[in-house]
């Protein structure tokens, strides 16, 4: 079964632009979650989607949104890019908020470079 | 808020030997659970093993098993007979068991280097 699937691999964008990143969870998987880990850091918890609701929201500004499709996969959106946006972006799947079984698997992540 | 230290930034041994690398997190919280991922220079996140806080038994997966001490919020990763493929960044990582909450809090990091 194939697992986590993200797409760009590798994005290169100006300040003040928009950015789109998608995310395919591992078949049979309902919930997914978007991290943004920085050069050097662990990834740091964005937003959670579950049945295409948000679950779950970390401490990051407006400018990022995210939503869920009727197919369980996701994006997250970036707007007004700022230089601190540079990161590489994690997307998780699980099969859901289930007290004992939801582990997380994650993709290879999009690297976003903004300059 | 939770948080998770992993005090060692670097950490080495020699192929074939056991190596332990440390965590400690804060919690006020009596049932969560605890994570290992390895990340390699490929970036993808790999899931090394997984303790459930409300198991007094330590989770082992091959190699690999946990030191879990639940009142003293410690949860070490002891990797044995250490193998080049294990040259990696490890988290440690907690998540809550709140219903609907798959947040997860990660640690800053240790890097592992396997020496030949």
């Known amino acids: 079964d194939a697992g986590v699937t993200q797409s760009p691999t590798h994005l290169i964008k100006t300040r003040g632009q928009h950015v789109t990143l998608r995310c395919s969870p591992i078949s049979g998987h309902k919930s997914v979650s978007w991290y943004q880990q920085v050069l050097g850091q662990g990834p740091q918890f964005i937003f959670q989607?579950?049945?295409?609701?948000?679950?779950g929201r970390g401490n990051f500004p407006d400018r990022f949104s995210a939503r869920q499709f009727p197919n369980y996969s996701s994006e997250l959106n970036v707007n007004a890019l700022l230089l601190g946006d540079s990161a590489l972006y994690l997307c998780a799947s699980s099969l859901g908020p289930n007290l004992n079984t939801d582990t997380q698997y994650f993709g290879p992540g999009t690297r976003l470079t903004v300059l | 808020a939770q948080t998770v230290t992993q005090s060692q930034p670097e950490m080495s041994v020699q192929e074939a030997e056991t190596v332990t690398l440390s965590c400690t997190y804060d919690?006020?919280?009596?049932?969560?659970?605890l994570f290992w991922y390895k990340q390699p220079p490929s970036r993808q996140m790999i899931l090394v093993i997984r303790q459930e806080a409300y198991k007094q038994q330590n989770a082992t997966e091959n190699r690999f098993s946990v030191n879990f001490q639940k009142a003293a919020k410690s949860f070490s990763l002891k990797i044995s007979d250490s193998q080049l493929g294990d040259a990696a960044m490890y988290f440690c990582?907690?998540?809550?068991?709140?219903?609907?909450?798959?947040?997860?809090?990660f640690g800053t990091g240790t890097r592992l280097t396997i020496i030949p």
């Open positions: 919690t006020s919280e009596s049932d969560y659970y």
């Open positions: 989607y579950y049945e295409k609701e948000e679950r």
């Open positions: 990582a907690y998540r809550s068991n709140n219903f609907g909450n798959e947040k997860l809090t």
